[in-house]
């Protein structure tokens, strides 16, 4: 069982009050009218999948209901940290994006 | 060359206090090049090997494994084989699988306790019951046999299940594909390996992939922990980690890897003689030989390379099955594990060439792959040997990702299959 901190109600909580929502800041095709099929296909299907630390999205879906992005590592489950999506895209900016 | 198990071989062998038995396959040094180099030895990647030597007469070939044969996905699975899916193509490629099935003792002379005691799929809904309407009659028109069942029916051929018109979730009807059942999972890792060493097949355990080199777009060898090998092809069969190869490669994959629980209880004597599926309550049972209930549902939401999940997600498999089977409700669980299974967004597998000239995967079959063992590797080794998909894979590329072709198959996949 996961414990994750939310850091909307600053409280820690098990697994089971969470919604997992999947790798955090993909980005969508800026010119959704121009985007290729392969780019359609990397944004929507393809994913990085990591074993190592990995940025994804949580929802405190019995809780706030808000989504916040955790660091954790998928070889051992052990967890960076949880941030708010802006304080964390900071971070993941700061270490230079995914792996 | 191995001799044959036989009845003789087995009768001579137990006056010798069964001593003398030979290894059932070879264990090889990894040499310093292969025609083909199969990344993964679990029941996928050693099918391929065995085709590929017995159907393409390629016979220069290693299976190379990061851990121990068969110790994956092939060892944690819950052995249900069936082939009752909604759309053709898989409908297909799974029938394929379950006619190699259907003669694969006699074909690896190995006891691989293929069990058609049929397998159920339970309704509880009405909009159950009209999916199942539509699925068999599918089946049908492909072929497979399949049938639908009422609610008095059901309750004839599965005495102990919970039918009452006052459960929680009412057993309308069910499903049922009387050539579907359960074979013995570590056997076919074994019979696979066993078949394979006998064409000359390499299976190097304790070897794991740390890089790929590649020059100009195509394959040349890999780097391994046993040191480096030259390969003119190399099949990625590593189920959960495929993303991981997939990288050295520059490769991305629709793949995400989470892990997948089941449990077994302690033996009893014969109590249910089929295989139980329920989509809507969640959860599937079976006994295996031994006695043991065998029992899975759905995989754990997060993605993990841990071979392990969250308590929660087996209180409610239990809860299902006991809502399913309340006789079932003081049985004593005997072992829990987690397999990492690597789902697609179609449910669907992933069997295509890629990007890379003379780099092949196999991977995506999800919580699926254990029925499709036999079917994979055929049509992984014609991929492999002719570079060019067989056609029952060839609806299962990669591009379909970018063309739009998914096959959705959540409805028949359902509850982890």
């Not at chain 1, 098990?14 to 969508?28: D, L, N, P, S, V």
């Not at chain 2, 490629?93 to 339970?122: C, I, P």
């Amino acid at each position: 069982m996961l414990v994750l901190f939310c850091p909307h109600c600053q409280e820690k909580r098990e697994e089971e009050e969470f919604g997992y929502g999947g790798e955090a800041f993909r980005i969508r095709p800026a010119s959704p009218d121009t985007a290729d099929d392969d780019t359609w296909a990397d944004y929507l299907f393809m994913r990085t999948n990591p074993k190592g630390w990995n940025w994804e999205l949580w929802s405190h879906a019995t809780g706030c209901r808000k989504f916040f992005v955790v660091k954790r590592n998928t070889a051992t489950n052990s967890i960076a940290g949880s941030w708010t999506l802006s304080d964390g895209r900071k971070v993941y900016d700061a270490e230079g994006g995914s792996q | 060359m191995k001799k044959d198990y036989s009845i003789w071989s087995l009768f001579t062998k137990g006056l010798n206090y069964n001593e003398g038995w030979d290894p059932a396959w070879r264990s090889a040094e990894l040499k310093p090049s292969y025609n083909v180099v199969i990344v993964g030895a679990g029941g996928h990647g050693l099918a391929t090997a065995y085709y590929l030597a017995k159907e393409h007469g390629v016979r220069d070939i290693a299976v190379i494994e990061k851990g121990y044969l068969g110790g994956g996905n092939t060892a944690r699975n819950t052995t249900i084989v069936r082939s009752n899916y909604l759309w053709d193509e898989a409908t297909m490629l799974y029938e394929h699988a379950l006619k190699l099935w259907e003669h694969l003792t006699e074909e690896l002379n190995f006891n691989v306790m293929f069990s058609q005691r049929g397998v159920f799929n339970l309704g509880h809904t009405l909009q159950d019951m009209r999916d199942i309407e539509r699925r068999v009659n599918a089946n049908v028109l492909n072929g497979v046999d399949a049938q639908v069942l009422d609610a008095a029916e059901v309750k004839r051929r599965i005495p102990i299940l919970n039918t009452s018109r006052n459960a929680r979730y009412p057993v309308l009807g069910a499903s049922y594909q009387p050539r579907a059942g359960v074979a013995r999972h570590d056997a076919v890792a074994w019979g696979f390996a066993r078949a394979a060493s006998k064409y000359g097949v390499d299976i190097v355990e304790n070897c794991e992939v740390t890089g790929m080199d590649i020059v100009n777009g195509r394959l040349q060898g890999l780097q391994t922990s046993r040191g480096s090998v030259r390969a003119d092809r190399v099949g990625c069969v590593a189920s959960g980690h495929s993303s991981v190869l997939a990288k050295m490669a520059g490769i991305r994959l629709p793949i995400e890897s989470h892990p997948l629980q089941a449990f077994v209880s302690e033996s009893m004597k014969p109590v249910l003689d089929t295989v139980v599926m329920s989509n809507a309550v969640h959860g599937y049972a079976s006994q295996s030989d031994k006695g043991e209930l065998v029992i899975g549902a759905g995989i754990d939401h997060y993605t993990s390379y841990t071979q392990r999940g969250s308590p929660h997600i087996i209180e409610h498999t239990a809860a299902a099955i006991i809502e399913l089977f309340p006789i079932f409700s003081r049985v004593r669980m005997n072992r829990q594990w987690g397999g990492i299974v690597d789902t697609t967004p179609d449910a669907c597998p992933i069997i295509s060439k890629t990007k890379v000239k003379g780099l092949y995967f196999n991977c995506g079959w999800g919580t699926g792959g254990f029925k499709a063992t036999p079917g994979s590797g055929n049509v992984f080794a014609h991929t492999i040997a002719n570079d060019e998909p067989h056609p029952l894979n060839k609806a299962f590329s990669l591009d379909r990702f970018s063309t739009g072709h998914l096959i959705d198959e959540h409805g028949a996949a359902a509850v982890a299959h």
